[in-house]
């Protein structure tokens, strides 16, 4: 928060989920000249392990990898791909919905030999 000129005064929020899922919140500010609303918005992720897919197919074959996304929240969720690397393919969005489980079809098609 900033009041007039320089001058800064904290705020401190302590936030403790009980489980993955977004969480809103609005803090309304109000004195006798001034009403300023704050809109928070967190996102809190299960912990897992990084995972790492190795795909091992015969030279210019296709290959598809399910990837599971489950949405342990409260609302349902739209996620939006973006690829990188030569030859991977796949949705450029897929819907989840809460409580679901929905594959994410990885397709890999190799171009050459590596």
């Excluded at 302590?14 to 967190?42: A, M, N, W």
């Amino acid at each position: 928060l900033f009041l007039g000129g320089s001058d800064a005064v904290e705020f401190p929020i302590k936030f403790t989920p009980k489980k993955p899922g977004c969480y809103h919140c609005q803090i309304i500010l109000k004195s006798s000249c001034d009403i300023r609303v704050y809109e928070i918005e967190c996102v809190v992720n299960a912990d897992q392990a990084d995972a790492q897919l190795e795909f091992l197919i015969p030279a210019y074959q296709t290959v598809t990898q399910e990837i599971p996304i489950s949405n342990l929240s409260s609302e349902d969720w739209r996620f939006e791909a973006i690829l990188e690397g030569q030859g991977f393919h796949g949705p450029p969005a897929i819907n989840v919905p809460v409580g679901g489980t929905v594959p994410y079809p990885l397709t890999f098609k190799p171009i050459a030999e590596s």
